[in-house]
């Protein structure tokens, strides 16, 4: 019984699992967040200015941030500390705190005078009071974006330390701010002058966000003096070449903004509902993998190109990963195709936000599905590149995502409907599965540079076709399920209905003899 007990505790403090605890905890904080914002706000005018308010100084964050940082800086802090150079490694994150510290105040500046420049940029739809709040929105939100971008300077030196679970659950302080500020200040407030307080509680959880974690990560790396060395220069100069790869990836989501704004009212908000909701298993598994896989796979590369090292650790450390992101992913995105609408109802259906929005944020949801799982794939391909020291590839394929999804999603949004005969708004639904597509192509450019470079990699054809055949079976049995159960309301379906799917998919897959990721089978 001991000896199961501690087992049970290795697998639960595997770095993957922490991760994705953490995720799971701050995504369910940010979906209490959402559902609360959807019941004061809709679909209305004042949802899309904050929404795409909050997108424009969020780009700071997501370019500076968790991606970039981690993808320069942990790689470098991770490697000084297992060569047990641990003064240079506190040099080094110091040193990387103050310069960051700078840009981003800069940053953040620029962006604060630029910000009328900025909305017409990421909203040309937007006109007249409209626009005028989200110019307003934008000034306010820049400064917590950048305490953002400091706090993830925490994640990467935590996270270099082994310390995942208090990094990806400090967000949590971030959404409850917003929480109460929605609670505390909703009823009875114009939207407009509510959309203004919220964007001030995101600026005061960002605060707390970087409070939950600084005290640890300082002492983490106490005792560094600042300094221009060797290892603060390397992350210096892989910063740049991850930062633009990252950004071509996180820039697909503001072009998709952009061109939404050209769409009815409520198209820039069903997507950012959407957004959220599908990248919800992106982030609990596909984030949560490729972080806590970013050290290990940085020491099997180093030993890999050691005299008389092979590839075969990293190789079969990215086919596990794989595997296990496959396992989630697939599901995820036949849920999202067949029970899309139970999916948004459960989750965002309250007060102003009515059955015709969740059958709304359904059909941009199945649009998502159709690059989920190469999307979350090239993430972790993605992540092996910098573990081998390759951020151009990275770079050059994410560049060719981006061109793919401003063509393709300008002509499957605003073109298409009205030759095909739909209304403007399902243009959003082109978006997404535009993005879809070039998804897949980011994700077979960058596994043929890693199979080029190491062999060949990937999940079998055979272990994929009986995902897909358990992921089809839920659904059929999840949909037998909503047809004989009463009209609940919204919640109560969803709870009937989305576990069935889970259950089912979990049971079909024993059936078919899939080993469940994180569970030893017998025998």
Not at 89 to 99: D, K, N, P, S, Y
Not at 321 to 349: E, H, K, M, N, Y
Request: aromatic residues 8%; positive net charge; hydrophobic residues 55%.
């Amino acid at each position: 019984m001991i000896d199961k007990l501690r087992a049970i505790a290795r697998r639960a403090a595997r770095p993957d699992a922490a991760v994705g605890a953490g995720s799971l905890i701050s995504r369910l904080a940010g979906l209490v967040r959402v559902r609360i914002f959807a019941h004061y706000f809709g679909l209305r005018d004042a949802a899309d200015a904050f929404n795409a308010a909050f997108r424009i100084p969020n780009l700071l964050q997501n370019l500076f941030g968790e991606g970039a940082l981690s993808g320069s800086f942990i790689p470098v802090h991770a490697g000084l500390r297992a060569r047990g150079e641990h003064e240079a490694a506190a040099q080094t994150a110091r040193t990387v705190f103050a310069l960051l510290a700078l840009a981003i105040s800069l940053l953040v500046l620029l962006g604060v005078v630029a910000a009328p420049v900025l909305v017409d940029l990421i909203a040309p739809g937007f006109g007249g009071g409209k626009r005028d709040l989200t110019v307003t929105l934008v000034r306010v939100l820049f400064p917590g974006a950048g305490i953002l971008v400091i706090s993830a300077w925490c994640l990467g030196v935590l996270n270099s330390h082994g310390r995942f679970l208090l990094s990806y659950t400090a967000p949590v302080a971030w959404n409850a701010a917003m929480i109460a500020t929605l609670l505390v200040f909703g009823r009875g407030r114009d939207l407009d002058t509510l959309a203004l307080y919220l964007a001030w509680g995101s600026v005061v959880g960002s605060a707390l966000q970087f409070g939950v974690q600084a005290p640890a990560a300082w002492a983490l790396s106490r005792g560094g003096a600042l300094a221009l060395s060797v290892p603060v220069r390397q992350a210096v100069r892989n910063f740049m070449p991850v930062l633009v790869s990252r950004g071509a990836v996180q820039i697909t989501g503001y072009i998709d903004a952009m061109i939404a704004s050209l769409l009815p009212t409520g198209a820039v908000t069903g997507l950012t509902n959407a957004q959220l909701l599908y990248t919800l298993p992106v982030s609990l598994f596909g984030i949560a993998i490729s972080a806590a896989e970013l050290p290990a796979m940085s020491g099997d590369a180093a030993r890999d190109s050691a005299p008389g090292g092979r590839s075969d650790a990293l190789r079969r450390r990215i086919d596990a990963g794989l595997q296990r992101l496959a396992f989630f992913i697939v599901p995820s995105a036949v849920a999202f195709v067949s029970l899309g609408d139970v999916v948004a109802a459960t989750l965002l259906q309250t007060g102003r936000f009515r059955p015709e929005d969740s059958r709304y944020v359904w059909a941009i949801l199945a649009g998502s599905s159709v690059g989920l799982l190469a999307t979350t794939m090239a993430r972790l391909y993605s992540v092996a590149h910098y573990a081998l020291g390759d951020t151009k590839r990275p770079l050059r394929y994410a560049l060719v995502r981006l061109v793919l999804v401003t063509t393709l999603g300008y002509a499957c949004a605003i073109l298409l409907p009205p030759v095909i005969g739909l209304a403007p708004e399902w243009g959003a639904a082109g978006l997404t599965a535009s993005a879809g597509v070039a998804g897949w192509v980011e994700f077979v450019l960058l596994r043929h540079s890693i199979t080029t470079r190491i062999g060949s990699t990937g999940v079998r054809a055979s272990h994929m076709a009986r995902l897909w055949s358990a992921g089809l079976a839920a659904a059929v049995i999840a949909w037998a399920v909503r047809m004989i159960v009463p009209p609940f309301g919204p919640l109560l379906r969803g709870a009937v209905v989305l576990p069935a799917f889970g259950a089912s998919y979990l049971g079909v897959a024993l059936l078919l003899g899939i080993s469940i990721p994180g569970v030893r089978r017998r025998g």
